[in-house]
């Protein structure tokens, strides 16, 4: 009886899992980082062993550990992906409403991000004196034709895209390699069995890095408030505000409106279910991190059938970055009012419609919209000297919008396996 207790008590031990962990390391690493900004003297000890010696390399490795994750997940989940639904006809269905919820989602965030900036108005008497711009530090991203964006599209050398992890070459390979696999069937059952098994094997080593998160949540988080405080915020509280106001109208306004349009599945109990991803995506800043959460939680929770989502997710952790869309809309916002520049009307469909492009291809991992946020601002004519002024908070607005990109990404991936008979809501409303 006693050992029967022992081992109740030890799979609650376990159940209270990663996400808990994650939260604590959270908190844990705020009030670490707090202290020492505000309560430990200023040393080299402190500056160079601590914040930047011991909680920069920890948490830095443990970002480059999921970057190395990045390309071959993608790959062979979207091998995979496009190998199970087998359909040549369904696949190109599947494809097309998944990429126009996704251009449609980014549109329609772009256009929530200048209407809040607007309204808040968050560069208005912004005493830029007072504001260093260590923008030297951001590349610039020189705008490309449309021409030469859709050929850049195709890649000439696979090998190379994988290499360099460009990812819109990466899905386009990977998408034709899965159709292929699925139209030759058994002629080509070893290799099919191949891309499985080493698809089992990615997602293994991703929950075995997933297992270090608590650690390296609680060192990123510790620098960044050791680093940031709170004072630091003060002069960019608007923008902070415009930004969270933004993507919270999308994350609980946009997306559940249209979940239940569409699938008639109840938001407040979808939020629930997939809370703890959006927790870890908060916590990590990257999108491709929570690939294989998401498409758990999917199936065990949602009833979304892992053929849908084992395409659609990849896909948009790299095409769907709504989030990051909201944070370059109220930028230029907030930017042109900051240097007394105006915008017509012109300027924001521009603004809408380069965001919309600059988001598909935006690699999912941290910070990534400062680069393409240079695009934008060339667009329409905004000094990328701007981009120096929200820098230093970047990295929890950066958190945020991560939890409202694989957000999007989940609620189409649910919508879409509705409209294809992939969503068994009997799971959804029995499962807690």
Do not use: W
């Not at 550990?65 to 199970?84: A, D, E, W």
């Not at 290799?191 to 997602?203: G, K």
């Not at 923008?239 to 938001?267: D, R, S």
């Amino acid at each position: 009886m006693k050992e029967k207790n022992i081992k109740e008590k030890t799979q609650q031990k376990k159940k209270m899992g990663l996400t808990t962990k994650i939260f604590v390391a959270l908190i844990a690493g705020a009030i670490l980082g707090i202290i020492l900004c505000y309560l430990v003297p200023d040393s080299s000890f402190k500056k160079d062993v601590i914040v930047e010696g011991i909680l920069y390399v920890i948490g830095q490795g443990f970002i480059r550990l999921m970057k190395m994750l990045v390309v071959p997940l993608v790959f062979c989940s979207l091998v995979c992906g496009s190998m199970s639904i087998g359909d040549t006809k369904k696949l190109g269905t599947v494809g097309v409403r998944t990429l126009v919820f996704y251009l449609a989602t980014t549109a329609l965030a772009v256009s929530v991000a200048l209407t809040v900036g607007n309204l808040i108005n968050p560069g208005v008497g912004l005493d830029m004196s007072s504001i260093q711009s260590s923008a030297s530090s951001v590349e610039t991203m020189e705008a490309t034709s449309l021409t030469d964006t859709i050929l850049n599209i195709i890649p000439d050398n696979p090998i190379n895209s994988l290499a360099s992890g460009s990812m819109l070459q990466v899905i386009v390979f990977a998408l034709i390699v899965g159709v292929i696999l699925a139209k030759m069937g058994e002629r080509a059952e070893t290799v099919a069995n191949f891309f499985s098994q080493f698809n089992d094997i990615m997602m293994e080593m991703t929950m075995m890095i997933m297992a270090l998160a608590p650690i390296g949540v609680f060192c990123l988080i510790s620098r960044t408030f050791a680093n940031i405080g709170f004072s630091a915020f003060i002069p960019l509280a608007k923008y902070m505000i415009g930004v969270l106001l933004a993507l919270a109208i999308q994350c609980f306004g946009v997306y559940q409106i249209l979940l239940k349009i569409f699938t008639g599945l109840n938001p407040i109990k979808f939020i629930k279910k997939f809370f703890p991803v959006m927790a870890f995506a908060f916590s990590t800043a990257t999108s491709n991190a929570t690939i294989p959460m998401s498409i758990d939680t999917l199936s065990k929770k949602v009833g979304v059938s892992k053929k849908i989502s084992s395409f659609t997710i990849p896909l948009g952790a790299t095409i769907n970055m709504d989030g990051t869309s909201i944070m370059q809309g109220v930028a230029v916002v907030f930017a042109a009012q900051a240097f007394g520049i105006h915008l017509s009307p012109m300027d924001y469909l521009t603004v809408i419609g380069t965001a919309t492009l600059a988001s598909v291809g935006t690699a999912g991992v941290p910070s990534v919209g400062l680069v393409t946020l240079t695009m934008v601002f060339n667009s329409v004519g905004l000094p990328v000297e701007a981009i120096g002024l929200i820098m230093g908070i970047d990295r929890i607005l950066d958190m945020t919008r991560t939890a409202v990109n694989i957000t999007g990404d989940a609620v189409c991936t649910t919508i879409v396996a509705h409209q294809n008979g992939a969503l068994d809501k009997n799971v959804f409303n029995e499962s807690n």
